[in-house]
């Protein structure tokens, strides 16, 4: 096959949504997906990526902003002041032509899908082709993240690891992508190098994480918005991407480090795979390998764009995934430098730069709830409105009453599961009842009207820092959020109150909304 079959600067496998305003039908309508060049040089026509999987949303992201920083020569702070030169790129209005031009001619050759004569198919690795058995290959159910492999249990759909419905290139490279940076820990295809075979690999770098994007009115906004200013010490040349190796690297070795924002955005895979082309239609992917990248050590996990927290171990973990939480509830971590709680939370080193592109971006969370090593359960995409001109250093008194508005609604949550749970085992009349279904059912009744509560009240503060605590009154929020936990409350446990034994119950554990038994009341009461 030759190498020129599937490039992905030309074809188009990137779905887009333009932005409002651009024609959708006629000969100047724009394409439903792009290449990687369009999409560069078009930036500022297109509304957002329209990824429907988030977890390749997040990793295409990556990889874009690595393009972003290379084709605007961001990728170091030099020459010149990088901030300023950032806004300069921004009033032009596009990422210039001639940076693209550039990047696209000397990187070209590297970009190709198959790559039958450099044996350098972007994000692959050819010699898998070698150091694993053709017979026992991963298979294209394997490589779709949401189809069912081997004896896994069929949720969306049927498939046959025999006769397997062969994905698009398109679809095969965004899953590609998502296994590079999602991919689970354990057991893999066997490789062997150097007469060693093994078959174990480690957790890619976003592995159960929630990923924070700033999010502009363009993909242009989007794009610079996520850019964060290199180190002093950082040389593009020292800084490699993996499509800009020299060499591929020798499993044999540990990985080399991250040395600056690119490697660390695009440079951090456990993981290696390689893509068999349909014999008759190049369109199609009729086979995968997957497996291990490095057969010892780790490339530690540093992404700018999570939220960093530490365990009771002392330990320094992302906040995981979760599909039951609601994206408000991390406002203040994304906004304040140090925000509160015993976790330690620290926002992602993004938005420390972003709100210098503009105060109107919003933040868009992406990720996929995950066990650490294979189990995946459940996409996360969520999005707020603008609120990148709350942060800390644009209004001072403005983002730590965001802060205390989600204290409030965190505080409230919690009391009312409390409050349902001890309704039930004294209903009960079993200590050891957990009360599960009704605090499933309390919570699904408090966190949607909370959520709406607080950005009835978020909308509301004072950006111009000439009201104390930007407007809010504590008081009177507290008292909103308390409202809500008792009209869940009430809900949930009204089908016991008709007996005298379910109303005392109800009637005892309801005090836990406003914080239970005070102990030294308690005290006094038992002397």
Not at 90 to 118: M, S, V
Not at 345 to 362: D, G, N
Not at 386 to 411: D, I, N, Y
Not at 500 to 527: C, D, P, T, W, Y
Request: charged residues 25%; contains cysteine; neutral net charge.
């Amino acid at each position: 096959m030759p190498t020129s079959v599937y490039n992905l600067f030309d074809e188009p496998w990137i779905p887009v949504r333009w932005a409002s305003g651009t024609p959708r039908v006629g000969p100047h309508a724009h394409p439903e997906r792009v290449g990687l060049r369009d999409l560069l040089l078009r930036s500022g026509d297109i509304a957002t990526l329209a990824i429907a999987d988030p977890p390749a949303h997040s990793a295409l992201l990556r990889i874009l902003y690595a393009l972003t920083a290379r084709v605007t020569g961001l990728d170091e702070v030099r020459p010149g002041d990088w901030a300023a030169r950032r806004l300069d790129i921004l009033d032009a209005g596009q990422l210039p032509r001639e940076g693209i031009n550039t990047y696209t001619d000397r990187y070209r050759h590297r970009f190709f899908l198959y790559d039958t004569e450099g044996n350098r198919p972007w994000m692959q690795d050819a010699r898998l082709a070698e150091q694993c058995d053709a017979n026992n290959t991963a298979g294209v159910n394997k490589l779709i993240v949401t189809r069912p492999a081997g004896n896994t249990h069929a949720w969306f759909r049927h498939g046959s690891d025999a006769r397997p419905d062969l994905p698009t290139a398109a679809e095969a490279v965004l899953n590609l992508l998502v296994w590079h940076y999602y991919g689970p820990s354990g057991r893999c295809s066997a490789r062997e190098v150097n007469g060693v075979k093994t078959a174990s690999t480690t957790a890619g770098p976003l592995r159960t994480a929630l990923s924070y994007h700033p999010e502009g009115n363009t993909l242009f906004e989007t794009l610079l918005a996520g850019l964060i200013q290199p180190e002093q010490t950082v040389q593009r040349e020292e800084d490699p991407c993996p499509w800009e190796w020299e060499e591929l690297p020798d499993p044999d070795e540990a990985p080399r480090l991250p040395s600056g924002p690119c490697s660390r955005l695009t440079a951090c895979s456990q993981h290696a795979l390689l893509l068999v082309p349909d014999e008759k239609n190049p369109e199609l992917v009729r086979d995968a390998y997957i497996t291990w990248a490095y057969r010892a050590g780790r490339i530690p996990r540093d992404d700018n764009y999570l939220i960093w927290q530490v365990s009771q171990q002392g330990n320094r973990y992302p906040r995981p995934a979760d599909s039951r939480r609601a994206l408000w509830r991390d406002l203040d971590a994304l906004l304040l430098k140090e925000p509160p709680g015993t976790a330690q939370p620290r926002r992602p080193k993004v938005f420390e730069y972003a709100s210098e592109v503009s105060e109107e971006l919003q933040v868009r969370a992406l990720g996929f709830e995950q066990e650490g090593q294979a189990k995946d359960m459940q996409f996360v995409d969520a999005a707020t409105p603008p609120v990148l001109g709350f942060v800390e250093e644009k209004a001072h008194a403005t983002a730590p009453a965001v802060g205390r508005m989600r204290q409030l609604g965190e505080l409230h949550g919690r009391r009312l599961e409390r409050a349902v749970k001890r309704a039930w085992a004294e209903y009960t009349d079993d200590a050891k009842a957990k009360g599960d279904t009704w605090a499933a059912e309390a919570a699904a009744r408090y966190w949607p009207a909370a959520e709406t509560e607080f950005w009835s009240r978020f909308h509301r503060l004072d950006r111009t820092d000439q009201e104390p605590s930007a407007g809010l009154d504590p008081a009177a929020a507290r008292a909103a959020f308390l409202r809500l936990a008792i009209d869940a409350y009430e809900t949930v446990t009204a089908s016991i109150t008709r007996t005298q034994r379910g109303a005392k119950a109800v009637s005892n554990a309801r005090i836990e909304l406003f914080g239970g038994v005070r102990k030294k009341a308690a005290n006094a009461q038992a002397a």
